[in-house]
């Protein structure tokens, strides 16, 4: 499936889904922080300029709740993630679509969308805190790329 497809669809899917929430009771990442709507998060993603962090999990999933406690909850990746991101945080066994549309074949699994939802990394099982900066690290110098791009393209038109 091309890029633009991937887009489409996930466009289609946000637009059709007013109420995808947050993985359930079992997580323990703030819902202050963590995203439950994915069409706000969207919204804010673009406000802001910052890049989507969704995380898929599911309840059951033991490497999922492992990578919560121990990588996302870590203050050094709170932060990080906070400053750089607009996080969500999905339970796979609810929002199937979503998982099914941004290739979620097994869990834990962190997709990184640009504010335009163009697919700027994919990091799959646990990760330890420094394993999963770097990882979103090459997110986050993809998104510059792509921004830089787009920027040419927009200046040679």
């Known amino acids: 499936m091309t890029m633009c497809r991937v887009v489409l669809v996930l466009c289609a899917v946000l637009a059709l889904s007013p109420s995808l929430t947050i993985a359930g009771d079992h997580s323990i990442l703030s819902e202050k922080v963590w995203h439950r709507d994915m069409q706000k998060a969207h919204q804010t993603a673009i ?38 991101f607009v996080p969500v945080h999905l339970d796979l066994d609810k929002e ?17 969308l640009s504010p335009e939802a163009d697919l700027l990394g ?16 090459r997110a986050l110098r993809t998104q510059s790329v792509l921004r830089q791009a787009s920027q040419k393209k927009r200046t040679f038109k």
């Open 122 to 137: 994919k990091i799959v099982g646990y990760k330890s805190v420094e394993s999963m900066q770097e990882q979103l690290q």
């Open 96 to 112: 199937k679509k979503i998982g099914k549309i941004l290739g979620v074949k097994s869990l834990p699994c962190t997709v990184v």
């Open 47 to 84: 406000n802001e300029g910052k890049p989507m962090l969704i995380v898929f999990g599911a309840s059951w999933c033991k490497f999922c709740t492992k990578l919560e406690k121990e990588t996302l909850t870590d203050p050094r990746m709170a932060q990080y993630i906070s400053r750089n």
